[in-house]
C-alpha cells in the first residue's frame, strides 16, 4: 500500500540553526500538508500546498517556517532559526483530489532543539 | 472554549470487549468527521472518515456522527490486543482538498489479552 515517507526520522538541532524536514507524499497526491504534535500534546495543523502555492496557514506557520516542493516527489518544511519550542513530532501528510479526500500520515520527525 | 475535545483515558479492556470512544465538538460548521489510530513512535493512521450523520462500518469499526449534538463516536466490536494504541478523531471545516484537520487530544487505548 502507498505510503508518505519521512526523513530523518530524529533530527537534532542547536536552538538557532536552519532545519530542513523531508517528505516524499504518496505518488499520485496533489495535496501535501505538514503538522506538528508537541509531546503531550495535540497534533497541530500548520500549513498546506497544492500547485506548487500555500492553500492554508495556520497563525504557527510564521516567517520562521517555509515550504518547498523541490522537485517532483518530494515535499519539505525548513524551519530557519530554530527556538527550543520548535521542539515536537513533525508529520507530513498528503491527500489527493476530486471531491474530498483523507489525509494519510507519514510517521513523523521528531525534532529536538538543544 | 476548545474546539475538539476527547478523554485522554487511558481505556482499559479485556479481549473481546466492546469499545466505545467519543469527541465533542464546539463549532457546528465541522463538516467531515475522521478517526485514526496512533501506534506508539508511528504517525495517525486513517481508520475511517464519514460527512453525514448517522453510522458508517467497515468490519469491526463503525463510526457514528450525530451533528444536532457535536458528538462523534467509534466503536471497535471484539477488540483485540493489536487494537492497543491511542485514538484520535479529527475534523474538517471545509469539503475540500487542502483544509485543516483539527484534532482531539487522543484516547489511549489497552486491549489486555
Not at chain 1, 32 to 44: P, T
Not at chain 2, 74 to 79: C, K, T, V
Request: hydrophobic residues 30%.
Amino acid at each position: 500500500e502507498p505510503e508518505v515517507t519521512q526523513t530523518p526520522s530524529h533530527q537534532v538541532t542547536q536552538m538557532g540553526q536552519e532545519v530542513i524536514l523531508r517528505c516524499v507524499p504518496i505518488s499520485n497526491h496533489l495535496y501535501f500538508y505538514w503538522y506538528r504534535q508537541i509531546l503531550g500534546q495535540k497534533v497541530e495543523f500548520l500549513v498546506s500546498f497544492y500547485n506548487n502555492e500555500i492553500s492554508e496557514k495556520s497563525e504557527i506557520f510564521d516567517d520562521q517556517f517555509s515550504v518547498e516542493r523541490p522537485d517532483g516527489s518530494n515535499f519539505t518544511l525548513k524551519i530557519r532559526s530554530t527556538k527550543l519550542e520548535d521542539s515536537a513530532m513533525y508529520f507530513c501528510a498528503s491527500s489527493g483530489h476530486g471531491g474530498y479526500q483523507p489525509q494519510h500520515f507519514g510517521d513523523g520527525t521528531r525534532l529536538s532543539i538543544l | 472554549q476548545k474546539e475538539v475535545e476527547q478523554d485522554p483515558g487511558p481505556l482499559s479492556v479485556p479481549e473481546g470487549a466492546i469499545v466505545s470512544l467519543n469527541c465533542t465538538y464546539s463549532n457546528s460548521a465541522f463538516q467531515y468527521f475522521m478517526w485514526y489510530r496512533q501506534y506508539s513512535r508511528k504517525g495517525p493512521e486513517l481508520l475511517m472518515y464519514t460527512y453525514s450523520s448517522g453510522n458508517k462500518e467497515d468490519g469491526r469499526f463503525t463510526a457514528q456522527v450525530d451533528k444536532s449534538s457535536k458528538y462523534i463516536s467509534l466503536f471497535i466490536r471484539d477488540s483485540q490486543p493489536s487494537d492497543s494504541a491511542t485514538y484520535l478523531c479529527a475534523m474538517s471545516l471545509k469539503n475540500q482538498a487542502g483544509t485543516a484537520l483539527i484534532f482531539g487530544k487522543g484516547t489511549t487505548l489497552s486491549v489486555s489479552s
